[in-house]
């Protein structure tokens, strides 16, 4: 789709041991009042069994990142790469056959369920579209609610709207896992959720992720919970990651302006929780104008090199 | 806590609200005793259901239809039961400013921003059309909203979410409120804008010395911007002290249980959070005496574990994985908030020691409590 003839040179941090690869993925809508430009040339990848943890501010780009990593929509332009092969090239049969293995939670399970169905049919309802026999089609939805802490017999003949808020979104999981992924997209997963309960639902994250070897990219607005959940953090700002690297070097030592400016707005019960130093050494135009990503640390990147325009030249 | 002195803005003595539903009765209040004092700032905490909203509604007269209100309340020394809700209503508007989660569904979506303030302003004082614009025009200006002359020509859908709630401030300054209401007035909001909106709401309650009471679902929201906080648990208070106090020996276990649960920006990758196990209690729940209650909840506040299984979820009996609640350190032995976050923390250890991890965590809290003792 994109107009630009010479292959793009793919960006050097990105490692050949990736799960998932997003190189300089762009996605723009067209909208009553014009044309957005949601996300502007994102790169990151993402390993087996890591945790990235997609962080900003509403109408930063990171759902649409999310979205894009499942074609859900795709990219403009850019790709989207996962275990090595170019995920807009992929026939629909091999495409149905990654998509098993790329799974999605939405932050309002409910409104992600069909009120009418049990839950053994909304777990069960990627097994049917994969023509799973019938007869182990019980069996791997009993395992899949087991992995979130439920029971097929305890569950299985509700409706959502007889669940909880937090049982809903463990069966959201459950679904997500009855189909055998290696990385799931959460979006918000506890956005909505009493702190009791969004607790529960990230220790079953957590749970699910040690058991299964998951990579997960974990979307949230929150940036405590995007710590206790990642490995790795990326900060989005205006459709383009502004800092990215080990989740402790972002934290401890936030190197863009607009990390620290986000650290420092995080209410907390524990002044203690503030553990960052550091001063600012960004140009003062970090708002207007979009730089290149450098290296500060080891693997730790921050949008503080030279001025780009790409952001704005994609169709 | 009765509402004797003059220092007592609002005094509300052991409030109750009952609701008829199809499910039985709601006991949606059982017996709220609190006050707030003049000049500070209230904090009301709790989860989805435990009332602190209605709280505030049933103070304010804006119950819902067929509701019961038991109890006593009053404002500035008047007895606010004895008044006709009409009256109630009309001095409560003159003098209380509420702000809401959702601005849109409070602002008319059709008319601009200057002729719903002009409305407001009006309503509170007799002023032309012109002057009702210029104090318009001042007070957003106080609120922070930039070249306020012209915004006022704006409808509301052209201003930004955290724009609207500052909009929705000064709507709610216009009568010159001895109270002001913020209910959960920040929490869609992003966490720069919330900052802003925070600080806002703390600059304008110290300039003008109005009580304030802000509500909401987060702890550390009101952690580091109230005098005094009250903890709501199932249509009741189960804890109330000075914020600063929070904290600090005998810490509340429902308090305790909220902040453990919380994530903290320090926390290792991969850290499980201890929890409360099950439900908190339903509104359909029959009415306890306190002491009742008080050992009920207790039993659920015992129940901290970072295991995934909740009961309710597992019915066969025979089934490996029942919830099992996790033997609890009594709450009078913790210590501050560095001991909490030490306990939370401990909470890491690596994920496939969690039932033993549990167990020692709060072994070794109580021991670094112990040590700890001294210094404190």
């Known amino acids: 789709m994109s107009t630009v003839t010479d292959t793009p040179t793919r960006a050097a941090w990105l490692r050949d041991d990736a799960l998932l690869t997003l190189d300089d993925v762009h996605c723009a809508f067209k909208t009553a009042s014009g044309r957005v430009h949601a996300v502007r040339g994102v790169t990151f990848d993402v390993r087996p069994g890591e945790t990235l943890g997609l962080v900003g501010e509403s109408g930063c780009g990171k759902t649409t990142t999310g979205r894009a990593i499942l074609r859900l929509p795709g990219p403009t332009s850019g790709t989207v790469s996962f275990r090595g092969e170019d995920m807009e090239s992929l026939s629909s049969g091999r495409m149905r056959a990654a998509r098993r293995k790329l799974q999605m939670i939405f932050q309002d399970p409910l409104s992600a369920f069909n009120p009418r169905r049990k839950v053994v049919d909304i777990v069960g309802e990627g097994l049917d579209i994969q023509g799973v026999p019938r007869s182990e089609r019980t069996d791997r939805i009993a395992a899949a609610l087991e992995q979130v802490g439920m029971s097929l017999a305890a569950v299985g003949d509700r409706r959502p709207h007889e669940l909880s808020g937090g049982q809903c979104q463990r069966i959201s999981i459950a679904r997500a896992l009855a189909v055998g992924p290696d990385l799931i997209v959460c979006d918000e997963p506890v956005a909505s959720l009493d702190v009791s309960v969004q607790a529960r639902v990230l220790n079953v994250l957590q749970e699910i992720r040690e058991r299964n070897g998951l990579s997960l990219v974990f979307v949230s607005h929150d940036l405590a919970v995007v710590k206790v959940m990642s490995d790795r953090v990326a900060v989005m700002y205006r459709g383009r990651i502004v800092e990215i690297g080990p989740a402790d070097s972002v934290y401890r030592t936030p190197l863009h302006p607009y990390t620290r400016r986000l650290l420092d707005a995080v209410p907390v019960i524990d002044p203690a929780e503030r553990v960052w130093t550091g001063a600012d050494d960004a140009e003062d135009d970090w708002r207007t104008v979009d730089r290149a990503l450098v290296e500060r640390a080891p693997g730790h990147f921050a949008a503080l090199g030279e001025i780009v325009h790409d952001g704005e030249q994609v169709p | ?376």
């Not at chain 2, 859908?157 to 909009?167: A, T, Y």
């Not at chain 2, 703390?202 to 009471?213: G, N």
């Not at chain 2, 926390?267 to 196990?277: D, I, N, Q, S």
Request: net charge negative.
């Open chain 2, 1 to 376: 806590m009765t509402a004797t002195g003059t220092d007592t803005l609002l005094a509300v003595e052991d409030l109750t609200l009952e609701l008829d539903a199809a499910q039985g009765t709601a006991h949606i209040l059982r017996g709220v005793s609190m006050s707030v004092p003049r000049g500070r700032t209230l904090g009301i905490v709790g989860e989805s259901g435990s009332g602190k909203s209605m709280l505030l509604r049933t103070v304010l007269g804006l119950t819902p239809a067929g509701a019961r209100v038991g109890g006593a309340m009053s404002f500035d020394g008047e007895d606010l039961s004895a008044l006709h809700p009409e009256a109630r209503r009309t001095m409560l508007g003159r003098r209380v400013g509420v702000v809401f989660q959702n601005p849109m569904t409070s602002l008319n979506p059709v008319r601009t921003i200057g002729a719903q303030m002009a409305e407001a302003v009006r309503f509170h004082q007799k002023l032309s059309k012109a002057q009702a614009r210029d104090v318009s025009v001042d007070l957003l200006d106080q609120v922070g909203i930039v070249n306020p002359r012209q915004r006022i020509r704006d409808f509301p859908h052209q201003f930004s979410g955290g724009m609207r709630q500052r909009v929705m401030i000064a709507m709610a300054l216009t009568c010159s409120p001895d109270l002001l209401i913020a209910d959960e007035a920040t929490t869609a909001l992003d966490v720069t804008v919330q900052k802003g909106i925070l600080d806002l709401l703390q600059r304008i309650q110290e300039e003008r010395r109005m009580s304030m009471i802000l509500v909401s679902h987060d702890l550390s929201v009101v952690a580091g911007r109230t005098d005094d906080v009250i903890v709501m648990y199932g249509g009741r208070i189960v804890d109330r002290r000075a914020t600063s106090a929070l904290f600090t020996p005998p810490v509340h276990p429902y308090t305790r249980a909220l902040m453990l649960a919380i994530p903290r920006l320090d926390m290792e990758a991969h850290t499980r959070l201890p929890a409360l196990g099950g439900n908190p209690p339903s509104v359909f729940d029959p009415l306890l005496s306190p002491a009742e209650a008080d050992e009920r909840d207790a039993r659920r506040w015992a129940t901290i574990s970072s295991d995934i299984v909740e009961p309710g979820d597992v019915v066969d009996p025979d089934e490996e994985r029942i919830f099992r609640p996790e033997p609890v350190v009594p709450g009078s032995e913790i210590g501050a908030v560095g001991t909490l976050a030490a306990e939370q923390q401990a909470g890491v250890a690596e994920g496939g020691d969690r039932d033993v991890a549990v167990d020692t965590i709060f072994e070794d809290v109580a021991r670094d409590a112990d040590a700890e003792e001294g210094t404190r």
